[in-house]
């Protein structure tokens, strides 16, 4: 019997489905700082999130979001929100959660989150996970 490839040796593609395409485009690249690959009207916006392929679909409307869909692992999380808040990003606050003065909540694990959204409302992350570094 043949062995199956494993999907470990590849590269992820990560989806997010955008409705304003000008503000998506404008916040994941000039905001965010990604590269803007290419435009594929009317399917998606083609982005380079570090090597990772980010495709940005265009849809007609959207789904109550229901949690992060997007995440980036920083160094230094704080210095990272301070950079984004410069730029203009807003960051969530959930009262239910301990989150400090620049919006980060500290997990029991020592996993440090933040949490914002793009312009269609999608839930995005910064995040800092001492416990992953090697």
């Known amino acids: 019997m043949a062995q199956l490839s494993r999907l ?3 590269d992820i593609v ?15 690249r000039d905001t965010l700082g990604l590269t803007l690959l290419s ?13 990772i392929m980010l495709r940005l679909g265009m849809a007609q409307e959207l789904p109550p ?9 920083v160094p230094d999380i704080a210095a990272t ?33 933040a949490w914002f959204k793009d312009p269609d409302g999608n839930i995005l992350s910064v995040s800092e996970h001492p416990e992953l570094k090697r």
């Open 8 to 10: 470990g040796k590849y």
């Open 14 to 28: 990560g989806f997010v489905s955008i409705v304003d395409v000008a503000r998506a485009k404008e916040f994941y």
């Open 65 to 73: 979001a229901h949690g992060t869909v997007l995440g980036w692992n």
């Open 81 to 113: 929100v301070k950079e984004l808040a410069e730029a203009g990003v807003h960051f969530e606050r959930y009262p239910p959660m301990k989150q400090d003065e620049l919006g980060i909540w500290t997990a029991p694990t020592g996993a440090r989150v």
């Open 39 to 51: 435009e594929e009207p009317p399917f998606a916006l083609i982005f380079d999130a570090h090597g």
